[in-house]
């Protein structure tokens, strides 16, 4: 069964940092692999899609690699800022299969 | 245009009892997903839709649980005999069709309270 683990729960830094969430996945037989932001009590919203066949995508100050044959996913913030405090959770779809498999989250707090 | 809404946002229930959640997907969308999100956890997947027919329900953790999607629209999750250890945030997302290149859009979800 896949298994999606993401490090560290949760992470605080000063603002104008530099940060790198981590995801690691057990089953390399993905399709693709998404991060997404959750607000509390909010729902999910998407913020990078890489194919498997991709290493990696960018959206304004983030960036998220794809590894497949290490199991791993980062997600690159640059210039981090108080708005980008939030939880961010990895998902990936197996090939063959259409639901997603979620990490557990990190929790990410940017200080003023 | 609109996104993924859910009704209601919040629903407290007692033990026991029969609760149904809604969900209306994206215009247009032909796939519908149910998941299940646990306090610290991430989202679960319970159900899927493709259509009208559920093609894959295969999350759903026991007969107690139930979704129907009657037009291939709106969907309901239908939760009988509620048990404290329902108490979740259920999340629905749809996305264009189904497949993996296929991008899932979310709800603000259902928080359910079972006392």
């Known amino acids: 069964k896949q298994e999606v683990t993401q490090i560290p729960a949760a992470l605080s830094v000063p603002e104008g940092e530099n940060l790198v969430l981590n995801c690691s996945f057990t089953d390399s037989a993905i399709y693709n692999l998404q991060w997404f932001r959750q607000d509390p009590g909010k729902g999910l919203t998407s913020l990078l899609l890489?194919?498997?066949?991709?290493r990696e995508q960018t959206s304004g100050r983030l960036n998220a690699s794809l590894d497949k044959s290490s199991g791993r996913s980062t997600l690159y913030i640059a210039a981090s800022q108080p708005g980008d405090s939030a939880t961010y959770l990895c998902a990936l779809s197996e090939t063959g299969a259409n639901n997603l498999f979620f990490g557990t989250g990190t929790r990410l707090t940017v200080i003023p | 245009g609109a996104g993924v809404s859910q009704t209601p946002s919040n629903k407290v229930t007692e033990k026991g009892k029969y609760v149904e959640l809604r969900c209306d997907p994206i215009?247009?969308?032909?796939?519908l997903y149910w998941y299940r999100q646990s306090l610290g956890q991430g989202p679960e997947f319970l159900i899927y839709f493709q259509g009208t027919g559920a093609a894959d329900d295969s999350g759903l953790p026991n007969d107690r649980f139930f979704a129907v999607r009657p037009e291939g629209s709106v969907s309901t999750l239908k939760i009988q005999r509620t048990e404290r250890g329902d108490s979740a945030v259920y999340l629905c997302?749809?996305?264009?069709?189904?497949?993996?290149?296929?991008?899932?859009?979310f709800g603000p979800g259902t928080r359910l309270t079972v006392t």
């Open positions: 997302a749809s996305s264009l069709a189904s497949g993996g290149s296929y991008e899932q859009y």
């Open positions: 215009s247009g969308h032909t796939a």
């Open positions: 890489i194919q498997s066949s991709q």
